[in-house]
C-alpha cells in the first residue's frame, strides 16, 4: 500500500510552496498526496486566483477557519484539522512557513505522533514575540523533518540543539519562480498600466507596523514622494486593501497622486511587474525574496528580516519606517552591490525534499 502524506496550507506562501511539491509527488507518483486548506486566506486575489494560475488541485478538504484573533484562528485549525487526521490517519504531515495553520496542523500531528515535516525550517527574525516568529519556533521544535531554504537557517536550528532531521534543500519558491517565468505577464501588465520598462518602482506594503502607524506611514509615503521626484520613476503599487483603509483613515489620500495605484493582482502579473520594473520596496517576506531571484535590489521596510543572507550580502538593504523619508532615496539609488548567486539553492529544492521525505519513509 501506497504512503498517506497530508499537506496542510492556509495562505498565499503556502500554495506557491504546495503547488511545486504537489508537481513533484505526482510526478514521481512518489506517495498518496492529501491537500488540506485551512481557509486562513480566504480573499479571492489571495487564494482562488493562485489555484487557478497554479493549477493547485482542489483539495480533498477545506475547513473554512476564516480570519480571527490568532488564539481563536489556531485553535479552529487545531480542532478541525485533528479530525481530519484520526480520519486519513497519514504517515507524515506537511507544514509550510509559519502562519497560525502551520503551528496548529504541527500540533495536532504532534500530539497524535505524526511525523512532521516542516517546509521553510530554520528562519529566525526579531522582534522575538511577532507572532510569525513565534509560530516557526515551536513549528521546527515539533517537526521531524525540517527542510532549510540556506545555510544560515540550518545554523539557526543547531544554535537550538535542533540537529537531527535537517535538510538544506534550497528554496522551493526559487523552483517555482524559474518554472513560471515564461508565464510571467510582464508585456501584457505593462501594456495595460502604460508602463515602460526599467522606469517605475514596484512597491507592496501591508504590515502592521509600518501601515497601521501614521507616523511610519507618512515617512514611507513621503520617501517614495522624494525618490520618485528626483529618479523620475513611476510609483506602481498594487494596494492591500489594510493598506488603503489606513490612508483613508488617516487622511493621506493626497500622497497617491504621483503613485499609480492598482488593485492586488494574481502571481504571474505581480512577477511580470517584478520582472519590468527598476527597484522594489515592499514589506513582503515572499516580494523581497522574489525581488532577489529577478535580480531587482529592493529597500525592505522591516525592523528585520527572515532573509537576512540578503541583506548581509548587501543586495537588498533593510529601512526603519520611520526613517524612511530619508532613507528610501538614498537606498534605492545605490547599484554599487554586485548580485550574490545561488543564496538559496538552484531551483532543485522539491527534487530533494521529495526525495528526503521518500527516503524517510522506506526507513
Not at 526599467?198 to 507618512?218: A, I, M, P, Q, S
Not at 515617512?219 to 528626483?230: F, N, P, Q, R
Request: charged share 25%.
Amino acid at each position: 500500500m501506497k504512503n498517506k502524506i497530508v499537506s496542510l496550507v492556509g495562505a498565499r506562501p503556502q500554495f506557491v510552496k504546495e503547488a511545486v511539491i504537489a508537481s513533484e509527488v505526482h510526478k514521481t507518483n512518489a506517495w498518496n498526496h492529501i491537500l488540506v486548506h485551512s481557509g486562513q486566506h480566504y480573499d479571492a486575489n489571495m487564494s482562488d486566483l493562485f489555484f487557478e494560475e497554479l493549477h493547485i488541485p482542489t483539495p480533498q478538504y477545506f475547513l473554512e477557519v476564516g480570519s480571527s484573533r490568532h488564539g481563536k484562528q489556531t485553535a479552529l485549525v487545531l480542532e478541525k484539522f485533528e479530525d481530519i487526521l484520526l480520519r486519513e490517519k497519514p504517515d507524515i504531515v506537511i507544514v509550510y512557513g509559519d502562519t497560525n495553520t502551520t503551528v496548529a496542523g504541527a500540533l495536532a500531528a504532534a500530539k497524535l505522533k505524526i511525523p512532521v515535516a516542516h517546509i521553510e525550517a530554520g528562519i529566525r527574525q526579531s522582534p522575538k514575540d511577532m507572532p510569525e516568529e513565534i509560530n516557526r519556533v515551536v513549528t521546527d521544535h515539533l517537526s521531524s523533518l525540517l527542510f532549510c531554504c540556506s545555510e544560515l537557517s540550518r545554523q539557526n536550528l543547531q544554535k537550538e540543539n535542533i540537529i537531527d532531521g535537517v535538510f538544506i534543500s534550497g528554496d522551493i519558491m526559487y523552483d517555482l519562480f524559474l518554472r513560471m517565468k515564461p508565464y510571467f505577464l510582464k508585456d501584457k501588465i505593462l501594456q495595460r498600466l502604460h508602463l515602460h520598462e526599467g522606469k517605475y518602482t514596484l512597491v507592496t506594503l501591508h504590515r502592521d507596523f509600518n501601515v497601521d502607524n501614521k507616523e511610519n506611514l507618512v515617512s514611507i509615503l513621503e520617501g517614495l514622494h522624494s525618490y520618485s521626484k528626483a529618479m523620475g520613476l513611476t510609483i506602481v503599487f498594487p494596494m492591500h486593501p489594510r493598506t488603503q483603509k489606513r490612508i483613508e483613515e488617516f487622511n493621506l489620500t493626497k500622497y497617491l497622486d504621483f503613485m499609480n495605484i492598482i488593485e492586488p493582482i494574481g502571481y504571474l502579473e505581480l512577477m511580470g511587474l517584478l520582472e519590468g520594473c527598476a527597484n522594489v520596496v515592499t514589506d513582503s517576506g515572499g516580494l523581497q525574496k522574489e525581488a532577489y531571484f529577478a535580480k531587482k535590489q529592493a529597500a525592505v521596510i522591516m525592523p528585520d528580516t527572515g532573509w537576512r543572507e540578503i541583506i548581509e550580502s548587501g543586495w537588498n538593504q533593510l529601512v526603519p519606517a520611520n526613517m524612511a523619508k530619508e532613507v528610501l532615496p538614498q537606498t534605492l539609488g545605490n547599484k554599487s552591490a554586485a548580485y550574490p548567486d545561488n543564496l538559496y539553492g538552484k531551483g532543485e529544492a522539491s527534487k530533494l525534499i521529495v526525495k528526503a521525505i521518500t527516503s524517510t519513509l522506506k526507513n
